[in-house]
């Protein structure tokens, strides 16, 4: 057995009658009170045990090797087997405890389980910045988890600083690297609240996940929201009445093309050549709809940029 320490123990803890297990029959017995042939039979088997030394990189190896049998490990469990010490003895207890009282607060931002490590490795994610490996590694005899934990409290009590109301869609986003770039930032709570509220309730805005960096980016980087762009009737009707219009002026059909000076001033596009636009951009309060839309052609578009 090569994973087998939590078994051999319990062996241990069996044979000297700490527990029972069932037996053929469904009932509960101790070793002390099995039948004396079968107790031989226990005490007689031999175990081959390989007692393991080795590098990290070799041991998680091992690990690997032995979980393509078994349910596999996941990352951080691999990780605080390799780094396996008195640092991760005490961050399982904070970060791994299902009993920790503080577990629901933090399931707000992160997802997962406390059992399968998911707190523990995203707390070590933010205080690492990603290099979960090394801190650990430069970390494992320490007989505190102090900076890990003060750090994840920050990030936690940051965000919930700044927005006040927990929306499902907060879950899981990347907490520690927001709080990097924005803590030093001044946000007012009650009107990042109200903006909250203003863009849930819009249908325009397709990922609802988006809204917070988008909020704490000052509102800039509307890719975040991946914005609903018009519809394929809507740019039809438009391209119709854009071209019609050029044709009768012998113009191009895309209105930044008419006002240059190349061959494509009197150029028709085509419909699959063109984009739709939103004249007044989306983020200055203009609507997607077909008077807010104009089709322009690709490389206009493209230079107008994602608004
Ligand atoms: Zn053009």
Redesign the pocket.
């Given at each position: 057995m090569l994973d087998g320490q939590q078994r051999i123990t319990s062996l241990g803890r069996f044979i000297t009658n700490k527990f029972a297990i069932k037996d053929e029959n469904g009932m509960p017995q101790i070793f002390g009170n099995m039948a004396k042939d079968k107790q031989k039979k226990i005490l007689e088997t031999k175990l081959l045990i390989y007692e393991c030394v080795g590098t990290e990189s070799q041991i998680k190896e091992w690990f690997k090797t032995i979980n393509i049998a078994g349910v596999p490990l996941n990352n951080q469990e691999l990780h605080n087997a390799v780094y396996s010490g008195p640092f991760v003895t005490k961050a399982k207890e904070e970060f791994s405890n299902s009993q920790n009282a503080n577990i629901q607060k933090w399931s707000a931002y992160v997802s997962g389980s406390a059992n399968r490590q998911d707190f523990l490795e995203r707390a070590l994610d933010w205080v690492s910045k990603g290099n979960i490996g090394d801190y650990m590694s430069k970390h494992r005899q320490d007989k505190n988890i102090n900076d890990l934990k003060k750090y994840f409290n920050i990030v936690i009590d940051w965000v919930s600083s700044v927005f006040v109301d927990v929306e499902t869609e907060m879950r899981g986003l990347e907490w520690g690297r927001f709080y990097e770039e924005y803590h030093k930032r001044s946000y007012n709570p009650t009107k990042v609240s109200a903006y909250v509220r203003k863009l849930y309730g819009d249908f325009v805005v397709k990922d609802k996940k988006g809204i917070f960096e988008y909020i704490l980016g000052d509102n800039k980087d509307t890719k975040l929201l991946n914005i609903r762009i018009f519809d394929e009737p809507t740019k039809r009707a438009v391209y119709e009445m854009q071209t019609l219009e050029a044709n009768t002026k012998k113009k191009?059909n895309?209105s930044?093309?008419a006002v240059g000076h190349d061959a494509?001033k009197n150029k028709i596009w085509s419909f699959g050549e063109m984009d739709a636009d939103h004249v007044s951009a989306w983020s200055k309060g203009g609507a997607t709809e077909v008077r807010n839309c104009e089709m322009?052609?690709k490389?206009?578009n493209r230079a107008k940029g994602n608004r």
């Open positions: 191009s895309c930044l093309c494509n322009l052609c490389t206009h």
